[in-house]
């Protein structure tokens, strides 16, 4: 069983800076996508970033040259460095994980940790 897990997420002011990380565990193929979604309240979950095992990254236009997304391949870890935070980045930010099995793409979701960027 394949399990994600977030961490990093707190307050900050406008203009500051947060990283989050996002542990995976459990057996899975060597083709994976991992991804960060954040979702407001009566919003749907839009996708922030991802990141392939190989490391080709896509970002939202929103976030682009703010944000940047990394992983660690050995550590089974992906990181979100966030950087000139605003108020409307303010959300609960999950970790997606998209695993390969050889016929289907499984999508394994963390349980979420709230930014708030606020004065």
């Known amino acids: 069983q394949v399990h994600v897990v977030e961490s990093g997420g707190g307050l900050v002011q406008p203009g500051g800076s947060l990283r989050l990380s996002c542990a995976a565990s459990?057996?899975?193929?060597?083709?994976?996508?991992m991804g960060w979604y954040r979702q407001v309240p009566g919003k749907e979950r839009e996708l922030v970033a991802h990141?392939?095992?190989?490391?080709?990254?896509y970002y939202a236009d929103s976030v682009k040259d703010r944000f940047t997304i990394s992983r660690d391949n050995a550590k089974n870890t992906m990181y979100l460095q966030m950087n000139n935070l605003k108020p409307e980045d303010t959300a609960v930010y999950y970790c997606n994980l998209d695993s390969w099995d050889g016929g289907n793409w499984n999508k394994y979701w963390g349980q979420g940790t709230q930014v708030t960027v606020s004065s």
């Open positions: 459990g057996s899975r193929s060597g083709i994976d996508v």
């Open positions: 990141i392939t095992r190989g490391g080709s990254t």
